[in-house]
T-cell receptor, first 113, second 115 residues
Framework: NAGVTQTPKFQVLKTGQSMTLQCAQD?????MYWYRQDPGMGLRLIYY???????DKGEVPNGYNVSRLNKREFSLRLESAAPSQTSVYFC????????????FGDGTRLSIL | AQSVAQPEDQVNVAEGNPLTVKCTYS??????LFWYVQYPNRGLQFLLK??????LVKGSYGFEAEFNKSQTSFHLKKPSALVSDSALYFC?????????????FGTGTRLLVSP
């Protein structure tokens, strides 16, 4: 019963490098999300996909791109990493419905030097 | 714009004592409210939600939360704390009248339960 799986779990990048964070869910959820978690700031929404084939910006989308590859997979790409993007990144998924809880992966810890 | 405040960075309680983790919110219209828990090096886990109806909501692991519309609060409670309840707790809100369920999270409250 995997739920939401994120890869990799840890990554160190140099400024300017690119990287794609992978996320897959096996709960047949329609909606998927990418958040970043920084100390003292809670979780902030980067991008979301309400359903397969759609993506929209969240609160902090600058410097990121996303791809909803299919219903299961939602990837986050950093085209040119910056130290300000050092964070813990969480992917989540949910049923399509206004009161459905989100289910989270265990995160990717990303450090950019 | 909606917002969530968790006024305490940390709450300390002895095992067996009741615990309260505070949350207040600001939204246009009626809210959907959620509590999540995060254990070290893990993602957030859903605890409970308020949608409508009874103001006292029961959730996982013996937790409950009380919705108070006049005070715009949704405090998390448990009658008897366990050491294993020590974790980071997040309150989140979503207005009912928005087009998609984007949640706004508070900054989190660390709960430390001592033996």
């Amino acid at each position: 019963n995997a739920g939401v799986t994120q890869t990799p779990k840890f990554q160190v990048l140099k400024t300017g490098q690119s990287m794609t964070l992978q996320c897959a869910q096996d709960m047949n959820h329609n909606s998927m999300y990418w958040y970043r978690q920084d100390p003292g700031m809670g979780l902030r929404l980067i991008y979301y996909s309400a359903s397969e084939g759609t993506t929209d910006k969240g609160e902090v989308p600058n410097g990121y791109n996303v791809s909803r590859l299919n219903k299961r997979e939602f990837s986050l790409r950093l085209e040119s990493a910056a130290p300000s993007q050092t964070s813990v990144y969480f992917c989540a998924s949910s049923e399509l419905g206004v009161n459905q809880p989100q289910h989270f992966g265990d995160g990717t810890r990303l450090s950019i030097l | 714009a909606q917002s969530v405040a968790q006024p305490e960075d940390q709450v300390n309680v002895a095992e067996g004592n009741p615990l309260t983790v505070k949350c207040t919110y600001s939204v246009s219209g009626n809210p959907y409210l959620f509590w999540y828990v995060q254990y070290p090096n893990r993602g957030l886990q859903f605890l409970l939600k308020y949608i409508t109806g009874d103001n006292l909501v029961k959730g996982s692991y013996g937790f409950e939360a009380e919705f108070n519309k006049s005070q715009t609060s949704f405090h998390l409670k448990k009658p008897s704390a366990l050491v294993s309840d020590s974790a980071l707790y997040f309150c989140a809100v979503r207005p009912m009248n928005t087009g998609f369920q984007k949640l706004v999270f508070g900054t989190g409250t660390r709960l430390l339960v001592s033996p």
